[in-house]
């Protein structure tokens, strides 16, 4: 950390119905502007990610009649 710029590193988890999707880190950037601390950089990085992504089979619901399409 300086006073023109602030480097950081912070991780990230992905949660879907069936658990953890991917993870992974960001790297960040920041430098002041107007008295705030904003972004200048960030860079994503994905580790890694589930082998087999699992879809989930929602059951078929036919729509109610107020929303079926008047022609």
């Known amino acids: 950390m300086t006073d023109t710029e602030i480097r950081t590193a912070a991780y ?12 992974g880190r960001y790297r960040d950037l920041l430098v002041p502007h107007e ?9 994503v990085r994905v580790d890694a990610r589930r082998a087999q992504p699992t879809a989930v089979k929602l059951p078929y619901r036919s729509p109610a009649p107020e929303h079926e399409v008047q022609r």
């Open 12 to 23: 990230f988890q992905v949660l879907g119905p069936q658990g953890l999707d991917h993870w």
């Open 35 to 43: 008295g705030r601390w904003r972004f200048r950089h960030r860079l």
